[in-house]
């Protein structure tokens, strides 16, 4: 099974709102990832966290807040978003974060900001 | 700036045909490669890995990788009309790094 879920499939959020995405993963994999992903562009790394500690941060704005409670949960916390904003946001995850293994991707919560 | 070419089509192609999409990288210790499937709206799909040079099959579809001249490719045989979306094209670098570079990848169209 290469399954990685993510809730909401859709959210509407105004810019003073705060929301939060989910990504579930029972897989065993110890690096989970977020990305970003703008129509007709190729996915966009934002954060990786492996064995449940941040490891990179591609200098993503501070209104994108990631959390990683255990080894099988990635929450992205939003706050104050803008407009350009508004994408699909990918969680994706693979055995390791440290080897040469496939990334699995979640079905993607596509977010619109007003 | 490790890069992952592509072309962006569309390529398109007759329901039957085999359509070949291919995918150029500047880093040459790059050691691992992915192709994944997009059809639109949706999230990528893994569809086929490969590390070692030559070729790589796996049912319709064909992973070729040539390190030397740094390119790896992917054939679909017997092409269907729902082998239509766009394909991504990820390359993994060297010095154990684990975060693809994902190219800006082909679209596909097969027309019956």
């Known amino acids: 099974d290469t399954e990685v879920t993510q809730t909401p499939k859709h959210l509407v959020m105004g810019m003073t709102n705060k929301k939060s995405l989910k990504c579930e993963q029972h897989?065993?994999?110890?690096?989970m990832y977020w990305y970003k992903q703008k129509a007709k562009k190729p996915p966009e790394l934002m954060f990786v966290y492996s064995y449940e500690k941040l490891s990179i941060n591609e200098s993503v704005p501070s209104r994108f807040s990631p959390e990683c409670p255990n080894s099988s949960l990635l929450n992205l916390h939003l706050h104050a978003l803008q407009p350009e904003d508004s994408a699909l946001y990918l969680c994706?995850?693979?055995?390791?974060?440290?080897?040469?293994?496939?990334?699995?991707f979640g079905p993607g919560t596509r977010l619109t900001v007003t | 700036q490790k890069e992952v070419e592509q072309n962006s089509g569309p390529l398109s192609v007759p329901e039957g045909a085999i359509a070949s999409l291919n995918c150029t990288y500047s880093d040459r210790g790059s050691q691992s490669f992915f192709w994944y499937r997009q059809y639109s709206g949706k999230s990528p799909e893994l569809i086929m890995s490969i590390y070692s040079n030559g070729d790589k099959e796996d049912g319709r579809f064909t992973a070729q990788l040539n390190k030397a001249s740094q390119y790896v490719s992917l054939l679909i045989r017997d092409s269907q009309p729902s082998d239509s979306a766009t394909y991504l094209c990820?390359?993994?670098?060297?010095?154990?790094?684990?975060?693809?570079?994902f190219g800006r990848g082909t679209s596909l169209i097969v027309h019956p």
């Open positions: 990820a390359v993994k670098g060297s010095g154990g790094s684990y975060i693809p570079t």
């Open positions: 994706a995850s693979s055995q390791s974060g440290t080897a040469d293994y496939e990334q699995y």
């Open positions: 897989m065993g994999h110890r690096a």
